[in-house]
């Protein structure tokens, strides 16, 4: 089977106002693509400028949208209050009618977001705060909160890593999915796919496996290696043109 189909954008500079988000995202599901995501930032390195709240962003998408999935890749949820996510994810998965897709890291600390607003900056205490944040959002979505996500038991947990880091994969395994992060070859993601397999005792069911890759790139080889998603990326800088172009080229 094909792997469904995305678009995945920063809401930077030329995509920083959600009206437009939200019209590119309405196109993009008028031409049947079955996701639309953001990145989510405070701040980002030049020669990013403006950064939009991704929550609003997705708001505003959902609201222009009915069907296609939508969501954060990723949240770092160390530089998060975890309740007030636990909010937002389970307003904006009503909002949606259940189309919440909740994308989740570690984050990075190369952009200006994380020590110079008194954020944890070590890797490892910030994997615990990770761990820790799912472990509470799972509980606040499972009914220590009202309203309740749409989705039940949770909306599904998508856990990004970093290639060639392992570590992320068995947080991954004990969730919904797994989005590798700057991975340029279909083998490694074949690599990681097996791995995967063997931790969720040798099948890995409706776990699914994002894959990008820029306009133009073709998916069949990221398919074979067992991607489930295929999203259309744009980097750090993304253009309104390209980003209708390579929506209308479907």
């Not at 770092?76 to 998965?93: C, G, I, M």
């Not at 820790?132 to 499972?142: D, E, I, P, Q, V």
């Not at 919904?176 to 279909?186: A, C, N, Q, S």
């Not at 800088?237 to 479907?250: C, D, N, Q």
């Amino acid at each position: 089977m094909s792997a469904r189909r995305g678009i995945f954008v920063a809401p930077f500079d030329e995509l920083s106002d959600p009206r437009l988000i939200a019209e590119l995202a309405a196109a993009a599901e008028a031409r049947g693509f079955d996701g639309f995501f953001v990145w989510d930032h405070v701040n980002y390195r030049p020669p990013t400028r403006a950064v939009a709240d991704p929550w609003v962003a997705l708001s505003a998408i959902a609201c222009a949208t009915e069907r296609i999935r939508i969501g954060p890749l990723v949240t770092p949820l160390s530089r998060r209050r975890v309740q007030k996510v636990a909010r937002e994810t389970a307003t904006l998965d009503l909002l949606s009618g259940g189309r919440l897709v909740m994308g989740v890291g570690l984050g990075s600390e190369h952009n200006g977001e994380l020590e110079p607003f008194g954020e944890v900056s070590d890797p490892r205490e910030r994997a615990k705060l990770l761990d820790a944040g799912l472990k509470r959002l799972s509980s606040y979505w499972g009914g220590e909160f009202e309203p309740l996500p749409v989705q039940r038991p949770r909306p599904p947990v998508w856990v990004a890593g970093r290639w060639p880091s392992r570590r992320p994969l068995q947080r991954a395994a004990r969730w919904d999915g797994f989005f590798p992060i700057e991975m340029d070859d279909p083998e490694q993601l074949a690599e990681l796919v097996r791995e995967l397999r063997e931790l969720r005792g040798g099948s890995l069911g409706s776990f699914e496996i994002v894959a990008e890759g820029r306009p133009g790139t073709d998916p069949a080889p990221w398919e074979a290696a067992g991607a489930t998603w295929w999203l259309t990326s744009f980097g750090q800088t993304p253009r309104e043109v390209e980003v209708r172009a390579a929506i209308e080229a479907g």
